[in-house]
C-alpha cells in the first residue's frame, strides 16, 4: 500500500537552515503536502506542491521535489525558535476518493 | 472562533466504556475526516465522509463507528474502549476536492 517516510527528529541551530526529508510510494500522487504541528494545537497547512512542480518557495520555505526518486524535501532557511513544531509529510491523490497519506511527522528542535 | 472543534479535548475512561467524540465545523465544508495519532506512526484514517449519506472506513476502521449528522457534524463512537485506543484523535474537513484538510485541535483519550 501507499506509505510516506521521513526521520523522526531533527536538531539545528537557530539562524541555521533546516532541511527535512521525506519519501513516499504512490507514483499517483498528485500533491505532496507539507503540515506543521505546534504543541497542542492540530495540524496546519504550511505548503504544498504539485506533482508536476520540481521547487516551490514561499519567504523561507523551499519545497523540493524529486519525482523521480519520490523525494520531497522543506528547507526553512533562517530557522527561528517558532519553528519549533512536528512537521508531517503528507501525499495525496485523486484516485479512489482522493486519500491523504500522511507520514510520521518530523519533529524539529531549534537552540538558541 | 475556531473553524473546527472537538469535544472533549481530554478523556480518561475505562476499558469496556462506550465513548463518543465529537466534531462540529463552520467552515461549510462537505468533507470530514477522523484520525488517531500515535507516536511515531503518524495520522492514520478512521473513517471518512464526503457528505451526510457518504461514509467511508479508513486504514483502522475496527473498534470505531462514526455518525454524520448534519453536515456540520461528525461524531466518532468507540463502542467498546481498548488501552491500545489509548491516542490523540482528530477530526478534520476539507471542500471538495481541495488538497488542504482543516484540522480540529484533537481529543486526547486515554483508556485505562
Known amino acids: 500500500g501507499e506509505d510516506v517516510e521521513q526521520s523522526l527528529f531533527l536538531s539545528v541551530r537557530e539562524g541555521d537552515s533546516s532541511v527535512i526529508n521525506c519519501t513516499y510510494t504512490?507514483?499517483?500522487?498528485?500533491?505532496l503536502y507539507w503540515y506543521k504541528q505546534e504543541p497542542g494545537a492540530g495540524l496546519q497547512l504550511l505548503t504544498y506542491?504539485?506533482?508536476?512542480?520540481d521547487m516551490k518557495q514561499d519567504q523561507r520555505l523551499t519545497v523540493l521535489l524529486n519525482k523521480k526518486d519520490k523525494h520531497l524535501s522543506l528547507r526553512i532557511a533562517d530557522t527561528q525558535t517558532g519553528d519549533s513544531a512536528i512537521y508531517f509529510c503528507?501525499?495525496?491523490?485523486?484516485?479512489?476518493?482522493?486519500?491523504?497519506?500522511f507520514g510520521a511527522g518530523t519533529r524539529l528542535f531549534v537552540k538558541a | 472562533d475556531a473553524d473546527v472543534t472537538q469535544t472533549p479535548r481530554n478523556r480518561i475512561t475505562k476499558t469496556g466504556k462506550r465513548i463518543m467524540l465529537e466534531c462540529s465545523q463552520t467552515k461549510g465544508h462537505d468533507r470530514m475526516y477522523w484520525y488517531r495519532q500515535d507516536p511515531g506512526l503518524g495520522l492514520r484514517l478512521i473513517y471518512y465522509s464526503f457528505d451526510v449519506k457518504d461514509i467511508n472506513k479508513g486504514e483502522i476502521s475496527d473498534g470505531y463507528s462514526v455518525s454524520r449528522q448534519a453536515q456540520a457534524k461528525f461524531s466518532l463512537s468507540l463502542e467498546s474502549a481498548i488501552p491500545n485506543q489509548t491516542a490523540l484523535y482528530f477530526c478534520?474537513?476539507?471542500?471538495?476536492?481541495?488538497?488542504?484538510?482543516?484540522f480540529g485541535p484533537g481529543t486526547r483519550l486515554t483508556v485505562t
Open positions: 504512490d507514483s499517483s500522487s498528485t500533491y
Open positions: 503528507a501525499e495525496g491523490s485523486n484516485t479512489g476518493g482522493f486519500k491523504t497519506i
Open positions: 478534520a474537513t476539507s471542500e471538495g476536492s481541495s488538497y488542504e484538510q482543516y
Open positions: 506542491i504539485f506533482s508536476n512542480m
